[in-house]
């Protein structure tokens, strides 16, 4: 093995501009935080993360990517406080131009559902975003409902859509056991903090 190893429970220190310190975290896939091998940092400009700014004098946010050397995991190092995770993702286009575009990913989204190999019963749609797949979903005869972590979008949904969705993480949600005949995570997997407490969920609340 080669490279530097990385000791998960030494935060970086604080930068100039009182950036607060992040806490490091093992591989959220094996739990191990011996063997992480440093990848490269990731340099995330202030005007696009505005709540991570603790002052307007630092410049950037560094991430560092690493690569568990026990299953092969690649993930940033630094372990994100909830209200910090949730701040980011409150970013985007509007949820009007989003669903807007939802022609273009018509076949995607028709090819997704079609692999659904169980009746079309319930379907739950982790990280819903503006709708696009729900509204499909809804159209082919399912039952939908949603999660996501966006509050416009949660409320474009709501409002203007007519779905039930659930503002928070699936963990918060406390659905019922084998509540879905369905449940579909679309650009959601890479964005997680830890997958497999996620995916854990997504079973439970599966038939």
């Known amino acids: 093995m080669s490279g530097d190893k990385h000791n998960p429970s030494e935060a970086p220190p604080a930068k100039p501009g009182g950036l607060v310190p992040l806490g490091r975290r093992p591989c959220p896939l094996c739990g191990d935080g011996t063997l992480l091998r440093p990848l490269f940092p990731v340099e995330i400009p202030w005007d696009s993360v505005d709540f991570l700014r603790t002052t307007r004098v630092e410049p950037i946010a560094e991430l560092h990517l690493v690569e568990c050397e026990t299953c092969g995991l690649s993930f940033a190092a630094e372990d994100f406080p909830r209200d910090v995770i949730l701040g980011f993702y409150q970013r985007d286009v509007t949820p009007e131009e989003h669903f807007a575009g939802r022609e273009d990913k018509h076949a995607i989204f028709h090819f997704i559902l079609d692999g659904c190999r169980v009746p079309r019963g319930r379907l739950l749609d982790v990280g819903s975003f503006s709708g696009s797949l729900m509204f499909e979903a809804r159209q082919a005869g399912w039952q939908v409902q949603g999660v996501d972590i966006n509050r416009r979008y949660v409320a474009f949904c709501r409002e203007r859509l007519g779905f ?40 439970r609340v599966l038939r």
């Open 164 to 203: 039930e969705v659930f503002l928070g993480f699936l963990e918060e949600a406390n659905f019922p056991d084998g509540h879905f005949d369905a449940v579909t995570m679309i650009d959601v997997l890479e964005h997680l903090r830890d997958p497999l407490e996620t995916l854990r969920e997504v079973r």
